[in-house]
């Protein structure tokens, strides 16, 4: 393989990889936005009586995106394992 095909290859998949992480994150914040919006487990409640409503928000936004970017980040990867396997 020639140094270019390998670099655009290594750069597709990175570029892959990232936006898969981008969507995980984008879909954690969003499931994390719902569950204070729609007061499930009265988590906005909570959020809003708190005395730093930026501080909890963060504290709830935090994991969710976090857990969102390893899903996606896994959900990109698993193309690649399939494919060396073989």
């Known amino acids: 393989m020639i140094p ?3 670099g655009r290859g290594r750069r597709r998949t990175l570029r892959h990889l990232v936006m898969s992480a981008l969507s995980g994150t984008l879909a954690g914040t969003v499931a994390a936005g719902a569950l204070m919006l ?3 487990g009265s988590i906005g409640t909570l959020v ?7 501080l909890a928000a963060a504290t709830v936004f935090a994991p969710f995106a976090l857990i969102g970017t390893a899903a996606g980040t896994a959900i990109g990867l698993a193309p690649y394992f399939r494919k060396f396997r073989r």
Request: charged share 40%.
């Open 4 to 6: 270019e095909a390998a």
């Open 38 to 40: 729609l007061d499930i």
């Open 48 to 54: 809003e009586r708190s005395t730093d409503p930026l």
